[in-house]
């Protein structure tokens, strides 16, 4: 246990384990730590498999994190850059000029109560 890489995995679909499970196999030590057969409908936890790879391979598992933030993150994808705004540096120092007032109560404003 002293030895394991624990990491902590972001809840994206497409590095799950059952899309990156038969690649992540092929590599060199990865099937002694993995059974053979699974049964039908069943995967491996997600935090063992990630903790495992993350120990062999954490050069591998950073790239493929990273890799999905720029995929998911970046005004190249185009799914981001439909539902993005450029903003100015005009109209980033116009709103920051704003008053700001929070119509939620604070926590803090609560117990004072």
């Given at each position: 246990?002293?030895?394991?890489?624990?990491?902590?995995?972001?809840?994206?679909?497409e590095i799950g384990v059952k899309h990156i499970y038969d690649k992540?196999?092929?590599?060199?030590?990865?099937?002694?730590?993995?059974?053979d057969k699974l049964p039908?409908?069943?995967?491996?936890?997600?935090?063992?498999?990630?903790?495992?790879?993350?120990?062999?391979?954490?050069?591998?598992v950073a790239n493929l994190i990273k890799h999905a933030n720029e995929q998911r993150y970046t005004v190249e994808n185009e799914k981001v850059a439909?539902?993005?705004i450029?903003?100015?540096?005009e109209w980033a120092n116009q709103i920051e000029e704003l008053p700001f007032i929070s119509k939620q109560k604070g926590r803090m404003a609560h117990l004072l109560k």
């Open positions: 246990m002293q030895d394991v890489k624990f990491c902590n995995i972001p809840q994206y679909g992540a196999i092929t590599l060199p030590s990865m099937k002694l730590y993995f059974p039908k409908q069943r995967t491996i936890d997600k935090a063992y498999f990630y903790n495992v790879f993350n120990t062999l391979y954490p050069d591998e439909d539902n993005s450029l903003l100015t540096e």
